[in-house]
DNA sequence: ATGGTCGGCCTCCGA
């Protein structure tokens, strides 16, 4: 089975996009990040018409996430826990296909020198605290979204251009270790362990045309679902077209 | 010379 993330700036705005890449992709599991839309808004009945079931958490604006599948899902969660004042729409947790995933949104954390940048810290730290109790059910396990973290220099164009960014800074960076060596894979890594390759680029500055990107999208594997890990890759196409998101899609496959 | 990144939206904020 093949499992997708992708962080589509705006369900609506994006809805030919997604949809064109679905119907080519076939994703059995596709994870959404920034979907900038309430509940009530998100476009059931195109998703449907793919066949696909859905759930959403949703939020006017900013954040959103959803999980896509072919089979039924259960939710299992709908916030990030061990926040119970934290309103914002970054995380849904569900069963399908046999397998737990998380959608997962993680937030941006700049200007560093804002309260933002504490907000993302003490994220990742409930997130970790989480994902412990997670990994405790040794079950076959995916956490993928938009992490908002560049792991290490080589996944980014010029390191250089992204010193002191929240994406990039040494605090994010360690939380994201923190994260990984409870017990995860980072699928792209463990199958592309030389690649230099992005999830991002930027709107300005011809970030696209130049290749001038970063590897902020990850799907982290328990040790469960680690051992079925086929496959992993960037999926480029959907950011070279028309009216693209500025992020592209990351998938796995897991065999068995 | 002109333009300059998008999307959503209480025309600026968030990324």
Redesign the pocket.
Known sequence: MTLASWNV??????LANVTAWIKSFKPDVLLLQ?L???EESFPVLEIRSLGYRHETVGQ????GVAVLSTEPIAVRERTLPGDETDSQARYLEVETHGLVAASIYL????PVASG?FGYKLAWMGRLARHAEALLREERVLVLGGDY?VIPQAEDCYDPQAWQGDALFRPESRQAFRTLVNLGFTEAYRQIHPKMRDYTFW????GAWQNDLGVRIDHLLLSPQAADRLADCGIDRRPRGAD?AS?HTPIWCRLDR
């Open positions: 700036n705006s369900i609506k705005a994006r920034e900038k839309c309430q006017k604006s900013y954040n937030p941006n954390g700049n933002k908002n930027d709107y300005q500055g009216k500025d």
